[in-house]
């Protein structure tokens, strides 16, 4: 059986020195991991137009999409994930909890206190300055 590919974008949005994580829900893959926002780009979109689409959909905001922060694929069990992880600001509202379990606003030191999707691994180093 092949295994299927995603092509992700997500969100590095920053607040007085702390960034954005979100807690995904108990009813999907990789339950009450942590992740940045975002989602999977579909057909005929940007990786930028996914990018606001995603963060309007998840957390009831708009985002202004800067440089890409880094990117990185990953081969889970079920899927191979190519991940474009945006520099993102908050242009528009508030974050809310429309889909995730949880959300926290966290220093690159707290890392290590959260239990992340494997795909961010990477990304999470290069945070931390490694």
């Given at each position: 059986?092949?295994?299927?590919?995603?092509?992700?974008?997500?969100?590095?949005?920053?607040?007085?020195?702390?960034?954005?994580?979100?807690?995904?829900?108990?009813?999907k893959a990789?339950?009450?991991?942590?992740?940045?926002?975002?989602?999977?780009?579909?057909?005929?979109?940007?990786?930028?137009?996914?990018?606001?689409r995603?963060?309007?959909?998840?957390?009831?905001?708009?985002?202004?999409?800067?440089?890409?922060?880094a990117?990185?694929?990953?081969?889970?069990?079920?899927?191979?994930?190519?991940?474009?992880?945006?520099?993102?600001?908050?242009?528009?509202?508030?974050?809310?909890?429309?889909?995730?379990?949880?959300?926290?606003?966290?220093?690159?030191?707290?890392?290590?206190?959260?239990?992340?999707?494997?795909?961010?691994?990477?990304?999470?180093?290069?945070?931390?300055?490694?």
């Amino acid at each position: 059986m092949e295994k299927k590919s995603a092509e992700v974008v997500a969100a590095l949005i920053w607040r007085a020195g702390k960034f954005l994580i979100c807690q995904r829900p108990k009813n999907k893959a990789r339950a009450l991991l942590w992740e940045f926002v975002g989602g999977k780009v579909e057909a005929g979109e940007t990786k930028e137009a996914a990018l606001i689409r995603e963060c309007r959909e998840e957390l009831d905001i708009t985002v202004k999409v800067g440089d890409v922060f880094a990117e990185v694929t990953h081969e889970y069990p079920d899927l191979t994930v190519h991940l474009t992880l945006f520099h993102a600001e908050i242009a528009a509202g508030e974050p809310k909890l429309l889909e995730h379990a949880d959300m926290k606003w966290i220093l690159p030191a707290e890392i290590p206190a959260y239990p992340f999707c494997p795909a961010d691994e990477v990304i999470l180093q290069k945070l931390m300055g490694r």
